[in-house]
Each structure stands twice: as C-alpha cells, then as structure tokens.
C-alpha cells in the first residue's frame, strides 16, 4: 500500500513521502524545499493542509473495506508555529470510520518534535454501485446539455 500512496502524482509533485501505514494510522514526510515556502520564507500553509489531508485520509482509509473510497468533506487546521527548513513529518489516526463519513487527527512536527500544526479532516465514504457523488449527475451540465 505504501508504494501505491507514494506513486500519487500529487505526493509525488510535492515530495510527500508515505513512511508507514497500518490500521487507523498513518505517518508521512516531507523534505522542505524552497518552493513549499510562503513569501517570508516558511513553510506555506497550504502544505501543511495537504500534508495533514493525506495522513488523515490515509488513517482512515486504512479501515475501509473492499468496494469503498472516501474523499474530503471538510478540513480544520490549526497553525501553531512555523517551520523554514530541514524535515517535516505527520502522524494521522482515525478517530471515527462510519457508513458514510470518516474523521481523522493528525499533526505536523518539525525534526526537533515542535508541533507545527494539528488538524481533523472529514472524509465522505463512497461505496461501489451505489448513486453517491461518483454517480451522480451536475444538475448544471444537465442543463447545458439541453440547449446543445
């Protein structure tokens, strides 16, 4: 599972690195590169908010089962200082996998261990064969395609 994550296209854009996954846990890392910093030379905080997305989705999905996935719903971070070079890493645990939602906790800690950010991501679980967001159809291109 580890070699799949790490052959996302955007972990691999960005120089995420999947370390370890196992039930309801997953832990990833990230070598700070110029171009992840923000115009004052820290670590911008949208990666922080990828990083802490995929290690809480990832301790998630490590508890789904056959025929499902799950995508965001909802994020929240908490930025708790800053961070300009070396190594980053994340810790995700699954706090909750349900029918159809699933919610995880992870944080953001520099070499020394400082903690850098915490955060919840929500995921929507989507299961095979059933009409949920995957099969679903926009309204609007329905719409559009009417007046073709």
């Known amino acids: 599972m580890v070699s799949l994550l790490n052959n996302s296209p955007y972990y691999r854009h960005l120089g995420m690195e999947v370390v370890e996954v196992g039930e309801g846990l997953a832990r990833l890392r990230l070598n700070i590169k110029t171009e992840h910093k923000n115009l004052y030379g820290i670590l911008h905080g949208g990666v922080l908010a990828s990083l802490l997305d995929s290690t809480c989705s990832i301790a998630v999905g490590t508890l789904l ?84």
């Open 65 to 148: 089962s056959p025929g499902e996935a799950a995508v965001t719903l909802d994020q929240r971070i908490n930025f708790v200082s800053n961070v300009r070079e070396g190594v980053v890493y994340t810790e995700g645990k699954a706090l909750h996998k349900g029918r159809y939602t699933g919610v995880g906790y992870g944080e953001v800690r520099d070499e020394e261990g400082n903690l850098v950010a915490a955060g919840m991501t929500t995921v929507f679980v989507i299961r095979s064969g059933e009409t949920q967001v995957r099969n679903s159809r926009d309204p609007i291109d329905e719409r559009l395609k009417r007046k073709e």
